[in-house]
């Protein structure tokens, strides 16, 4: 059985939870882990691929990616955060959650180009009030940040700091991997992503459109269930009521790696060159589920039949 490395945070959840709903019908195994972690266990070979940082991707030579799905966004995120206890173009020195290395490198660039300051970094233990008392401000990430208390403080989404610095959306993460990372298993995981996803339907690319069309007209008895136990599933998985995760996956997370997000995340390397990360200097081969033909797909459909 394959494996596959998510991070542990609501974000991610529409992306994995047909494999959740499936249990021990699931044509693949779930590892749980933090974003910095991610990236070993595909190095190792441990997962066939993971849902892996962006910055991991542009950072390490022959990474590959799924062609079409992603943890993006456009303007406001809400669970990547800068609290800051001073103005944004007073900062000086910014505890950062090592877990994150894309926030981490996103904040830099729009503190130093929206807010004309490069602060000095420390790490730290994701926890406000002991990062705000090393630093002038914070980044969190994940459910942390989401809820994180920022009364009195100052505050910049990261999301909406990207949009009001290049106008294009941003991609916060990936399905990422190496060799392992086959048009077959590039099938099964954006399958997994348009039907946690509320359903949404893949982007205009016409052959992407009949593949997907082939495989959800199959396997939609399969699915019927899903799509309503996915919210279950998450507001226990998460703590969050089901009304707050319905507005979050439908009008806050993208996890369709459109064009324009393709664009963004071309631009966040573009970036972060400029400000001096040098060792992102690599962009993933993109994999698409179009090259499965009709026998795979049925082999995919056997693998999760009810028996």
């Known amino acids: 059985m394959l494996s596959l490395g998510c991070v542990p945070y609501a974000n991610a959840i529409p992306l994995v939870a047909w494999f959740e709903f499936l249990a021990e019908r699931s044509p693949v195994a779930l590892r749980y882990e933090v974003p910095s972690r991610l990236p070993k266990l595909i190095d190792s070979g441990e997962v066939a691929a993971a849902l892996v940082s962006s910055v991991d991707a542009l950072r390490t030579p022959g990474r590959r990616m799924v062609a079409d799905v992603c943890i993006g966004s456009y303007g406001p995120v809400k669970s990547v955060r800068l609290l800051s206890k001073v103005p944004l173009n007073q900062i000086r020195t910014l505890a950062w959650d090592a877990s994150s290395l894309t926030s981490n490198r996103l904040a830099i660039i729009l503190l130093e180009e929206l807010h004309g300051v490069r602060p000095q970094t420390v790490e730290c233990a994701p926890n406000l009030q002991a990062m705000l008392t090393q630093a002038d401000a914070c980044i969190l990430i994940g459910d942390i940040g989401m809820f ?66 082939r495989w959800f007209q199959a396997a939609e008895d399969l699915f019927a269930q899903q799509r309503l136990w996915m919210l279950d599933f998450a507001a226990e998985r998460c703590n969050w009521d089901r009304d707050s995760l319905r507005d979050y996956y439908e009008n806050v997370i993208i996890f369709e790696l459109t064009p ?10 573009e970036k972060l060159l400029q400000h001096g990360f040098t060792d992102c ?26 028996p």
């Not at 392992?180 to 459109?209: I, V």
């Not at 324009?260 to 390397?269: H, I």
């Open 260 to 269: 324009q997000l393709l664009q963004g995340f071309e631009t966040y390397r």
């Open 281 to 306: 200097v690599h962009f993933p081969a993109r994999v698409s589920g179009q090259a499965c033909d009709d026998s795979a797909i049925a082999s995919l459909l056997s693998a999760v039949a009810v």
């Open 148 to 213: 994180a208390d920022s009364e009195g403080l100052v505050e910049m989404d990261l999301g909406e700091g990207w949009r009001q610095l290049t106008g294009l959306p941003f991609v916060w993460a990936a399905w990422i991997g190496d060799q392992g990372l086959t048009p077959e298993l590039a099938l099964l995981l954006s399958t997994a992503a348009t039907w946690g996803a509320s359903g949404k339907e893949p982007n205009d690319d016409p052959l992407q459109r009949s593949m997907a069309r």
